[in-house]
């Protein structure tokens, strides 16, 4: 073997030779080290003879992925992959986008999470103890990459609408840092998955032998809030250009870190303000079917939790940029929770509920409702199966011409109605969004596509436009911006078959028409770290890192 000068990738990774190589899947092309490279990095008979493209590659792995039948096993494979070979993974998964997507996110990686002691294999991520308050900057440096610019972190507490699953949600900032790198480019190397592990309240979890987290009960209180604000100045140290998005939170912390948090640093939360500009999009590019403006619309949202709000209060804010009044736009938004329509005076309303509490009767039934406010959308957000039953979609076909109904509780097994239900029950009518995806419907001899209201559209192209500017803060208006550029890509041709965002497969150019209009908010609003480029648009495509492995002799 020559004499090497290691180099360092195009990332500025520092390169590795032999078995380390073959083991560092940042680094790892497997039967794709051409044989010089072989020669030079100590790889010879390390590797079977053969030397295969990427192309090549890819093409085995797509085969072998098709030919398991369980869902949950594509993903165990595809995670494999991952650990082994990033360039290989980030290639099937771009070139499968729309077959990958429910098995990377919603909704195998639910199933994922509520296994994921079980089918514990190697670790990915920041697992940060709440026992280890005082030293998570020392573990935050454990990171072996300095570059980091988005983190992803959750403490478990509710992980889709399937609850508290502890530190067995890593699933999900592991999931959602995977789509950053598919759906915008943001290179591998610059993300980072982190689970805040405070405990859980599971105590199938706390019983359990396999469960791999503190086998405590949450913290919560004074200790738990200094235990985040350590995490978060901790980030600003060592990690300063990092985007910091807060998922799968509990409720009540999750309103009251993004109101601590949001004009102090870098942040935003997925679930709240990621949700609201997804469903804001669907919502004008419905319209567009529907007849009218946002302002005609009454919208009535069952489950009053983080999406709900989030959507509800990004829609209040398009109907005030339309012209209404702020108190005007609230009075177009109504929500229940579990314990009936929201309504003023009612009992231990939280401060996020209160500005949607109108003037009414309290109303405990959904369908009682509809009957009431006659909402021209309804919104479910309950993580309840079933919820909106046939007598509710009939009731909201029976008010309007072309009901808007978005049943968008995740996994699948949450939905509120399925896409099925909601044609059948509504005659082909209902202008319908899940938050999972549904397969296409032939009803009536028409073929609808129900689109899905996947938070996907939405913060890769976010995240991309936040690093591209180096923003400071993240803004409603960012939000906005990012709701109108997706729906401006709906063609005829979607809502011709009932969908009502542009298809999975045109994610890349999503991403960058996102994040050109959020880089876009942050040079105006005078958020950016660095002064903006003559052509921002190349600037963010020169940005997205597309899978392609690099030839490491001619790096060095
Ligand atoms: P959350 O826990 O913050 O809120 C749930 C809400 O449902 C609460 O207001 C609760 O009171 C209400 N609820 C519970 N039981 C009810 C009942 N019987 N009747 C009426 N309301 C009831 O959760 P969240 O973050 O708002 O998420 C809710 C669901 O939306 C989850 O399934 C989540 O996966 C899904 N979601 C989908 C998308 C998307 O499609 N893009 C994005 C975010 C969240």
């Known amino acids: 073997m020559q004499e090497l000068v290691l180099p360092t990738t195009e990332q500025g990774i520092q390169m590795a030779t032999g078995v380390a190589l073959l083991h560092d899947p940042l680094l790892n092309k497997g039967t794709a080290f051409s044989l010089a490279e072989r020669r030079a990095l100590g790889l010879q008979g390390l590797l079977p003879p053969a030397v295969e493209t990427l192309e090549e590659q890819a093409g085995r792995e797509i085969e072998n992925i098709r030919r398991l039948s369980k869902d949950i096993n594509k993903y165990t494979r595809l995670m494999g992959l991952h650990d082994t070979n990033e360039t290989l993974f980030y290639r099937v998964v771009r070139d499968n986008l729309e077959e990958i997507l429910p098995i990377i996110y919603t909704p195998t990686v639910g199933t994922a999470c509520q296994e994921f002691g079980r089918m514990f294999r190697r670790p990915r991520g920041l697992y940060i103890p709440i026992t280890d308050r005082g030293h998570v900057a020392q573990t935050l440096r454990n990171w072996p990459h300095r570059d980091v610019r988005v983190i992803v972190v959750t403490d478990g507490e509710r992980i889709l609408g399937l609850g508290d699953l502890g ?11 995977s789509l950053y790198t598919a759906c915008s480019g943001i290179h591998p190397a610059q993300v980072l998955p982190v689970t805040l592990d405070v405990g859980t309240d599971n105590e199938a979890f706390l019983a359990d032998p396999h469960y791999l987290g503190l086998r405590t009960h949450r913290t919560r209180g004074e200790e738990y809030d200094a235990f985040v604000e350590e995490f978060v100045m901790a980030v600003q140290e060592n990690l300063p250009l990092a985007l910091i998005q807060f998922e799968d939170f509990g409720n009540a912390n999750a309103f ?5 948090y949001r004009n102090r640093v870098c942040t935003f939360n997925d679930d709240i303000q990621g949700t609201a500009a997804t469903a804001t ?3 004008i590019s419905s319209l567009r079917l529907v007849g009218g403006s946002l302002r005609d619309q009454k919208v009535l949202f069952y489950g009053a939790g983080e999406a709900a709000i989030g959507i509800a209060s990004l829609i209040v804010s398009a109907m005030v940029s339309e012209g209404a009044s702020l108190e005007e736009a609230r009075q177009h938004c109504w929500l229940m929770d579990r314990n009936g329509l929201i309504v003023k005076g009612r009992d231990r ?6 500005p949607f509490a109108h003037d009414h009767e309290p109303i405990t039934d959904l369908q009682t409702a509809i009957q009431e406010l006659k909402p021209t959308a309804l919104i479910g957000a309950c993580a309840i199966r079933g919820a909106f039953t046939e007598p509710i979609v009939r009731e909201m076909a029976r008010i309007n011409e072309r009901p808007i ?3 968008l509780s995740n996994p699948t097994s949450k939905a509120e109605c399925t896409a099925e239900q909601a044609y059948k029950w509504s005659d082909g009518r209902a202008v319908y969004t899940s938050g999972s995806p549904f397969p296409p419907v032939d009803f009536g001899g028409k073929v609808y596509v129900p689109g899905q209201g996947n938070n996907a559209y939405i913060f890769p192209g976010l995240g991309l436009g936040i690093v591209a500017s180096q923003a400071r803060r993240v803004t409603d208006k960012m939000f906005f911006t990012a709701a109108k550029a997706l729906a401006s890509l709906v063609q005829e041709s979607d809502l011709a078959l009932g969908r009502v965002y542009p298809p999975v497969s045109k994610i890349w150019e999503i991403s960058a028409t996102v994040a050109e209009g959020v880089a876009e908010v942050a040079f105006q609003d005078g958020l950016a770290r660095i002064d903006r480029p003559d052509d921002l648009k190349a600037l963010i495509r020169s940005m997205m890192w597309d899978p392609q492995y690099q030839d490491y002799l001619s790096a060095r």
């Open 167 to 177: 530190a067995s949600g890593m699933g999900i900032p592991v999931g959602k840092l």
């Open 256 to 260: 009251r870190l993004l109101e601590k």
């Open 281 to 283: 999009s669907g919502m």
């Open 349 to 354: 309303l939280t401060e996020h509920k209160a």
């Open 405 to 407: 109904v978005m049943a």
